[in-house]
């Protein structure tokens, strides 16, 4: 059982400042058994854990370890090169803050870690998939994996370089989304999982996370998988199931750019979807989901107009029932030439939806990859019109893309060209 927070603390302020530092560093006096790695025989770690549950802490802890025994060179991937930096090495349980300091190892140029003992570790990312030729590894520490854009090509990559070494193994660390790739490693015999939840790190988490965020979602399914490190599959009542996602095929066809305004236009609006679809045949494809959050109206415009450009699309449609008069003349600022076709909703988010869900159910629409946000936030749409309790704004972005394109302008739409 977990000794109490105050105990803790009143033992550790009795200590020596050289013992206190020495008991600070001896991860196992520290370690929950789920932070400690697997017995047996394995090559990939999956630790999939709720916000705040000391995820990283092990992962760092675990790089430190193959660090003291000279296992080397060591990959450390991030989704993106400034949270593998920010996160997985200077962050507060990264791992220049798990190291004291003779062991402590030097960030040189962008992407490189030396240790004083001659280890190196590579920084990467998992959006260039292709940094991963050439490179090998005799172990990996890759962090929210459940995350990364075009992950599975990432993974492979990676699997190709982790041959250096008696035995290459790799930790995987993450809060849990039912991904193709996830579910993969799952399925993997040389796989060993290990779950954890936010409540389990209770003892070094602000009180205060506890009463306000903890207390707010325990239950919901974004804090089953969120807090609790659950893998939450498809919602039974959601008009869309993951195995309807198909790869995209080729565009012919017009391409169009929604947007779904907020409510508001300052910057703590709800977000503003965006997403560009094409035809594809009798189909379409949804090219990009540009969605933004917490940023100006006149930023939000000009990606909408960027999309245009970037997609070479013929129009950008936008929802008029709430902000969208705005948006339109903002991108007439940014803009003047790009054609709009302002869209306006008469039914419920539910029942304009619904169309568009049975065009996944026939086939008829891919997605390119890297859509996980998206189609996390359709899987989670449920009949009460949100996701998880927030709008769907890239949802309703969707819907309109595609009305647009696949209906012919028919449906819970008024068109005003």
Known sequence: MSRPRAEIVAEVAAMSNDRAE???????????RQQKPPAGDWTTWLLMGGRGSGKTRAGSEWVRRLARRGVTPIALVGETMTEAIDIMVRGESGLLAVHPDHERPVLKGKNRLVWPNGVEASILTASDPERFRGPQFAAAWCDEVAKWPNAEEAWDMLQFGLRLGVRPRQLATTTPKPTKLIRRLLGDEQTRVVRMTT??????????????VVARYRGTLLGRQELEGELIEDRPDALWQRS?????EPVNGRIVVAVDPPVTGTTRSDACGIVVAGR?????????DATLKGVAPLVRARRAVAA????????????????????????????????VVPVRANRGKWLRAEPVAA??????????????ALEDEL??????????????????????????????????????L
Request: charged fraction near 20%; charge should be negative; aromatic fraction near 10%.
């Open 199 to 212: 409540s389990d790190n209770y003892r070094f988490l602000a009180p205060q996370f506890f009463d306000a």
């Open 280 to 288: 594809s045949g009798e189909g379409a494809v949804v090219l990009e």
């Open 244 to 248: 309807m996602f198909r790869p995209a």
């Open 359 to 372: 065009l996944y159910g026939r086939g008829l629409v891919g997605h390119v990859a890297g859509l996980t």
């Open 308 to 339: 245009f450009a970037a997609h070479r699309a013929d129009a950008i449609v936008v929802e008029v029932n709430q902000g969208g008069d705005l948006v339109i003349n903002l991108i007439a600022q940014v803009d003047a030439s790009v054609p």
């Open 379 to 416: 899987c989670a749409f449920g009949p009460d019109g949100k996701a998880d309790g927030h709008s769907p704004d890239r949802v309703d972005a969707l819907v309109w893309a595609l009305t647009e394109l696949l209906m012919g302008g028919q449906g819970p739409r008024v068109r005003m």
């Open 22 to 32: 020495k008991h600070y560093f001896c991860w196992p006096a520290w370690a929950r």
